[in-house]
Structures are given as C-alpha cells and as structure tokens.
C-alpha cells in the first residue's frame, strides 16, 4: 500500500525560506516519477516541481525556477522540497504525488495521472 506523508509547512515572512518533507512508504519512491503540486483556496492545483525515477532528471514549474530545488533522499526514502525567496503568493497547500511511471515527462503538471497523494502542509507566507 503506497502511503505519501509530508510535513515541514508553516508560516514564514515573505523573502524567506521553507523545506518540506514527503515520506514515502510501500513504495521505492527512488525508482518512480515524484512530484509536487499545490493549491491555494478558490484555484485549481497546479503542478510545482518533479523528479524522475530513472535518472533523478527535475523540471519545474515557471514559478519555480530559480526559488525552490526538489530532491530525493534515496536511503530515507524521502521526497523534499526547499523552498526560497517565498512569495505570498506561494501560500498553499503542498502535496506530492506518484503515479509510479518512471519518467515524469513532459506532461508531469497533470494532476489527474497521478494515483498517490499525501494529506498535504500548510504553507503560509506573510507579507
């Protein structure tokens, strides 16, 4: 049974920093496509950043390049986010996901193919 399960959100000044965490269990999130997404209230989710299962291979949303880096710990099998020079406008909830494909390719953003998901953290960015 695959279980996704992030932490690390919380409230932070704008121009600051966040890292969140995902752990993976029932699944070698190493070997598959791992990604992000978020959603602030009232939008759709929409994709942050992704890392290929075969070769570690990261893309971003455009948001995203240049602020925040996606990595995975293989031996904790750990998905991470960090995240710098916060916006308000990165206030969301943040979740990873899995559809256990090995390549994210270039349609990573669509939430719909992916069959994992964690409960979500909270993060907030204050002005």
């Known amino acids: 049974q695959v279980q996704l399960m992030e932490s690390g959100g919380g409230s932070v000044q704008a121009g600051g920093s966040l890292g969140l965490s995902c752990k993976a269990s029932?699944?070698?999130?190493?070997?598959?496509?791992m990604v992000w997404f978020r959603q602030a209230p009232g939008r759709e989710r929409e994709g942050v950043a992704a890392?290929?299962?075969?070769?570690?291979?990261?893309t971003y949303a455009g948001f995203a390049k240049g602020r925040f880096g996606i990595s995975k710990d293989n031996t904790k099998n750990t998905l991470y986010l960090q995240m710098d020079s916060l916006k308000t406008e990165d206030s969301a909830i943040y979740y990873c996901?899995?559809?256990?494909?090995?390549?994210?390719?270039?349609?990573?953003?669509?939430?719909?193919?992916?069959?994992?998901w964690g409960q979500g953290t909270q993060v907030t960015v204050s002005s």
């Open positions: 029932g699944v070698t999130s190493s070997r598959y496509c």
């Open positions: 996901a899995t559809d256990l494909s090995f390549r994210c390719g270039d349609h990573w953003f669509v939430r719909e193919r992916y069959l994992y």
């Open positions: 890392v290929d299962g075969v070769d570690g291979y990261t």
